[in-house]
T-cell receptor, first 114, second 114 residues
Framework: QKEVEQDPGPLSVPEGAIVSLNCTYS??????FMWYRQYSRKGPELLMY????GNKEDGRFTAQVDKSSKYISLFIRDSQPSDSATYLC??????????????FGKGTHLIIQP | DADVTQTPRNRITKTGKRIMLECSQT?????MYWYRQDPGLGLRLIYY???????NKGEISDGYSVSRQAQAKFSLSLESAIPNQTALYFC?????????????FGSGTRLTVV
């Protein structure tokens, strides 16, 4: 079983829809959770991070962590064509990545149709 | 100017050639990483360095070597390139104390070995 599972997509939704992106993980030691957005031919950029369980909101984006289910989600409200990108989840047992670094999901390719 | 700069952006090289990919950063971060990204495999850690005197192997270090010339510079070498090293290579930086949890990535080097 992979440490972090993420559906590669592509996920195609109409503009204005609510998007839900998800990752599951197996390592119960993970407590720092991140979402990165990667546009084509660019490096990943940090979108959101959360510590332990709970929700965090930033504009149209909400990150949700359920440690009991080992499941994290990213919700995008009022999706825009400019949100079309690959979204990678990442997680770590230690702040700053620690000696083991971050463990990444493989990314979900999201397409927002105008 | 970008916080994390990778050179070259694109490179085509022949099997057996030695090639160096360079990374420099202006963020003042002490930690630097090299990843490769392949379709369907996601990001995989090659090497990482927590300071100038600290170099560590990652998940897939065979066939690669690194040099941390200064706090701001971290280069990746392929001593004898082979076709399955064709990939997108990313340098990343982090700072435990100032950035908390996330990495800053460069824009990547697309390497093709023919």
């Amino acid at each position: 079983q992979k440490e972090v599972e993420q559906d590669p997509g592509p996920l195609s939704v109409p503009e204005g829809a609510i998007v839900s992106l998800n990752c599951t993980y197996s390592n119960s030691a993970f407590q720092y959770f991140m979402w990165y957005r990667q546009y084509s031919r660019k490096g990943p950029e940090l979108l959101m991070y959360t510590y332990s369980s709970g929700n965090k909101e930033d504009g149209r984006f909400t990150a949700q962590v359920d440690k009991s289910s080992k499941y994290i989600s990213l919700f995008i409200r009022d999706s825009q064509p400019s949100d079309s990108a690959t979204y990678l989840c990442a997680m770590s047992a230690k702040s700053g990545g620690g000696a083991d670094g971050l463990t990444f999901g493989k990314g979900t390719h999201l397409i927002i149709q105008p | 100017d970008a916080d994390v700069t990778q050179t070259p952006r694109n490179r085509i090289t022949k099997t057996g050639k030695r090639i160096m990919l360079e990374c420099s950063q202006t963020k003042g971060h002490d930690r630097m990483y090299w990843y490769r990204q392949d379709p369907g495999l996601g990001l995989r850690l090659i090497y990482y360095s927590f300071d100038v005197k600290d170099i560590n192997k990652g998940e897939i270090s065979d066939g690669y070597s690194v040099s941390r010339q200064a706090q701001a510079k971290f280069s990746l070498s392929l001593e004898s390139a082979i076709p399955n090293q064709t990939a997108l290579y990313f340098c990343a930086t982090s700072d435990f104390y100032r950035t908390g949890y996330g990495y800053t990535f460069g824009s990547g080097t697309r390497l093709t070995v023919v």
